[in-house]
């Protein structure tokens, strides 16, 4: 009889050992699980939302202050009868310190450098891949009301005339006042060879200015430019 207790209580133990670790297995894997699925998923989807948000909100302002213009161009300007400058004005290219002259980009070769812009002679000219600044300086301060360029040997080929630029004059070298800003230039220069074209400078803009900068942006035709001469006026 006794043994027959044992046995029942024996079993009794096991039965009860088994249940209870069957019992820790189905808590502990529900509880792992429910846990990782919960921890992986929110932080994730969070980041991800935020990265994608600052990324949309940050590229179209960048590219906004990037390319906005230093300051409004000019309306498209009447044709400016070159002759009627030289016969009003005073031209005062000879006021240019050519030492000074400075050039970013250079020419195809040295017979195209910007030096022959200043040389009197529609036939040499200064031809280089856009887009280039040219800086000189006067050797006296003067206020210019008008100045001129001219085109060069193949511009009825290739359409190698400035078509968009900005002509700045400053006091010191280093802070730059724009005096002009013209764009879509080809309203007005044809596809002429050795042909001046002269551009004026509104009353507003006009000062006594010692350093000069022409910057081009664009040209008619293509990737390359060039221009013959490049002249100042007073009046
Ligand atoms: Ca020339």
Redesign the pocket.
Known sequence: MKKLISLALALLVAALLISSCAQDDDNGTADTTAASDTTAATPNEETTAATTEAETTAAPETTAAETEPETEPNPPEDLIDYESIVNSKTDVTNLIDLDSLEWDVDGFNEQEEAP??F?G??E??YCCSLPPIITFKTTEPVKLTAYAHATANDNSQYGRAPEEWIFYGSTDGENWVVLDYVQEASQVIERVDFTYYAFLIDEDKQGEYQYYKFEVFEAEGGTTFQM??FQIFTD
């Open positions: 022959n812009l040389d002679d529609t040499t000219k013959s001469e």
